[in-house]
């Protein structure tokens, strides 16, 4: 290994920039509560398509207290929205080719901003967070292996920054037994900009490949030298059914405020033949004719909102926990064990298991969501049922 490996990576070479002077932490899942947690969590994963993952998503960033979550590979078009409660969402479609994509996400208590977005050859988001009296460049990065790492694009601070994703690259600084052209590339990218290599040769593989039953390490973060003096990286379990783990990067010593609580309709309780009596009393009188649109258009909505506010109960639940059912829990439980098993005893038999796991969460995740959509339009049937709305407008 050359000097330079030893000098950027934050491997055992003990230089002041290089070395972290750490005992890293064994993969694994955290459980902790975003309030309870002082750190800035930070997450990067290559979802290979995240619409039919969002379910595990959700549950995923709020078990591990994630702060911002950098997704690759979203396979997301212009036309399909995609949010997730509780954050900001920042993203970059591909156009004219399929697949591809980034997506990043903040916690909506901290402050964020897009400062770029490149999508030629390589493609990435940057974001810019202000984290108390600091602030924190980070950019969301995938690079396809038949694509320019487009590297040169990229301006880097001199503090403050964290670049992380998928760089389909090798280098023996992240544990690959050769260094092919853009592992060197980036290297130099990395030398030039006095970035450290956040990764470790020993750290455990990101990625399987189903086709050749082998792991690899093609998910990659660098950053500048006073966010690696308090960062340490751990790569977690399967999310999901994506070939690729999500690697959790934590910087320690950080808080953020926490989040305004803002009261939401509760649709479930709300008395809906009362509301629409309601509405029509108070808008039937609104006068049109002659009068500005704009003030026409106020009266209205305030007349709208009156008689949602009578008729609709609001409220605030602090500790709102997205969950899977018993039955999705144990899906992905087994797709996870499945995925060990593919990793640790590489074979046709347990390639072929793995497949089957996986399919059989994704028929899960659809058989939940039908009966959930039934038992919600169920429920609004018989809240819409004229003896039901008539029992309500006489109340």
């Known amino acids: 290994m050359s000097y330079r490996h030893q000098r950027w990576s934050g491997g055992p070479f003990n230089s002041s920039r290089g070395a972290r002077g750490r005992v890293r932490k064994a993969t694994g899942q955290h459980t902790t509560k975003a309030k309870d947690n002082p750190n800035i969590n930070i997450m990067h994963w290559n979802a290979e398509g995240v619409t039919n993952k969002k379910t595990e998503l959700e549950q995923f960033l709020y078990q591990n207290s994630i702060n911002i ?38 916690r ?99 990625f399987y490949s189903r086709r050749w039953h082998t792991t690899t390490k093609l998910d990659l973060a660098l950053c500048t030298d006073d966010i690696h003096k308090n960062l340490s990286r751990t790569v977690l379990d399967q999310l999901g059914g994506s070939d690729h783990r999500p690697v959790l990067l934590t910087i320690t010593g950080n808080t953020t405020p926490e989040p305004p609580q803002h009261a939401r309709w509760n649709h479930k309780k709300a008395q809906w033949g009362l509301f629409r009596i309601r509405t029509n009393e108070l808008t039937k009188d609104i006068k049109v004719e002659g009068l500005n649109i704009n003030n026409v258009v106020k009266d209205f909505n305030a007349s709208i909102i009156k008689a949602a506010k009578e008729t609709i109960p609001r409220g605030v639940r602090k500790d709102y926990t997205p969950y899977l059912t018993a039955e999705l829990q144990r899906a992905h439980d087994d797709l996870t064990k499945a995925r060990e098993e593919a990793e640790t005893s590489p074979s046709q038999e347990n390639n072929i298991k793995l497949q089957e796991t996986n399919a059989k969460l994704l028929r899960t995740k659809v058989e939940c969501k039908r009966r959930s959509w039934t038992d919600s339009t169920a429920e609004y049937g018989e809240r819409y049922h004229p003896a039901v709305e008539a029992d309500q407008g006489t109340k």
């Open 108 to 206: 909506n208590n901290m402050n964020a901003s897009e400062t770029k977005r490149y999508m030629d050859e390589a493609e990435y988001i940057e974001v810019k967070v202000t984290i108390t009296n600091s602030i924190l460049h980070v950019i969301n990065y995938y690079c396809p292996s038949d694509k320019m790492l487009s590297l040169d694009t990229i301006q880097v601070p001199d503090s403050g920054f964290l670049i992380a994703g998928d760089f389909n690259s090798q280098s023996q600084s992240w544990g690959y037994n050769i260094l092919d052209k853009r592992g060197e590339d980036i290297e130099t990218w990395q030398d030039e900009n006095h970035l450290i290599l956040v990764n470790d040769p020993t750290d455990p593989p990101t």
């Open 69 to 106: 979550c950098c997704i690759q590979e979203t396979h997301l078009q212009k036309e399909k929205p995609f949010k997730i409660r509780g954050y900001q969402t920042f993203r970059s479609d591909r156009q004219g080719r399929k697949k591809g994509g980034v997506l990043t996400l903040v």
